[in-house]
């Protein structure tokens, strides 16, 4: 047994499940979800098809935990950044934040990025930029009332801000350059003090500046959740509810399909052996009809040497009773031709 076999099976089965959603988060990453099969993703794991389906049902099913994963790692590191006080530093430290799930998540992001499969059941990048967007909305609502402004413009705005710091992040993913911080500064300065009031060497404040964050489990709130904050986790958490199901069922009828495939199989195994045990009788009959023949061959070649043998000392002992006739015949001449007197007396009635 080699290596990697006796390594795939100390596997667990958390340790599986987890080795197949990274392997799918990189193939979808790199092929997308149409250009990713179930084939490659088991070649990848070097593990069976079925393997695939008794955990996640096929490739919907790594996928929405993928998608799943990568949105409830973006939701949390810009809910962390919406924590502080002061708007300005709200707007730096929400750009900081996806900018660093973009730097390290880049996989992540560019499969977000991409249309999400209507089987993830998660949404659309778009819904999730709607998600951040509803965050943003309650802050600038209340800097609108403080500057005496409409707040009810907020949620337009705030898809405004939202949408152009993913664009910005969709392309600095590819560029990476400049740096984090200072594409963070950059965009604050366009959001912050628009575009008559754009700072010429525009920085964060000494509260964003070297700021990384750390994803959570679960988003955290604002310390003050409001209405909508309470909406958006019930459908989180009913959207988790109904993921979690899709994928139970998705197990149990691949585990079925896994289960009736063993049931072919077996009875294919069973019909091969009774095949293999029928041609193995016909086979030792064949043996023992030709080994019949084969001694019965042998029993009349015997029978025929023994008669030639019979025959052989018939023909013998004839020829020595005829040897042993002409020589007493002969001993009877030569005694005749030694006393012939004797032969005239004997002769005289």
Do not use: C
Not at 58 to 69: F, P, S, T
């Amino acid at each position: 047994m080699s290596d990697s076999s006796r390594s795939r099976k100390r596997m667990t089965g958390a340790e599986r499940r987890e080795q197949l959603i990274q392997i799918g988060r990189t193939l979808f990453a790199e092929k997308g979800f149409d250009g990713t099969s179930v084939e490659e993703i088991a070649a990848s794991a070097k593990v069976s098809k079925p393997v695939v389906y008794e955990h996640f049902g096929g490739k919907e099913g790594i996928y929405a935990v993928v998608i799943d994963r990568e949105m409830q790692r973006l939701l949390s590191l810009v809910s962390q950044a919406l924590v502080a006080s002061h708007a300005r530093v709200k707007l730096e430290r929400a750009a900081l934040a996806l900018l660093q799930y973009i730097e390290e998540s880049s996989e992540g992001f560019q499969i977000l990025v991409r249309d999400s499969h209507a089987a993830s059941g998660t949404g659309t990048f778009a819904s999730l930029i709607s998600d951040i967007a509803g965050q943003v909305e309650d802050v600038l609502a209340d800097e609108f009332r403080e500057r005496g402004y409409d707040p009810n413009l907020a949620p337009m705005y705030a898809q405004m801000l939202v949408g152009m710091t993913a664009l910005t992040g969709q392309w600095w993913l590819e560029e990476r350059r400049p740096r984090r911080e200072e594409v963070a500064a950059h965009l604050v300065n366009l959001s912050w003090n628009g575009l008559t009031g754009l700072d010429p060497n525009p920085g964060l404040t000494a509260a964003s500046r070297g700021l990384v964050l750390t994803p959570t489990t679960e988003p955290r709130t604002a310390a003050r959740p409001n209405e909508r904050e309470l909406k958006e986790q019930e459908k989180a958490r009913r959207e988790h509810e109904k993921l979690r199901e899709r994928e139970v069922k998705e197990q149990e009828k691949a585990r079925e399909r896994e289960l009736k495939e063993l049931e072919r199989a077996r009875e294919r195994e069973l019909k091969e052996q009774e095949k293999v045990r029928r041609e193995q009788e016909k086979a030792r009959e064949r043996e023992l009809r030709e080994q019949e023949k084969v001694r019965e061959r042998e029993l009349k070649e015997l029978e025929r040497a023994r008669e030639r043998e019979q025959r052989e000392r018939d023909k013998q002992r004839e020829r020595e009773e005829r040897e042993e006739q002409r020589s007493q015949e002969a001993r009877a001449r030569a005694k005749a031709a030694e006393d012939p007197a004797d032969t005239e007396v004997d002769r005289v009635p």
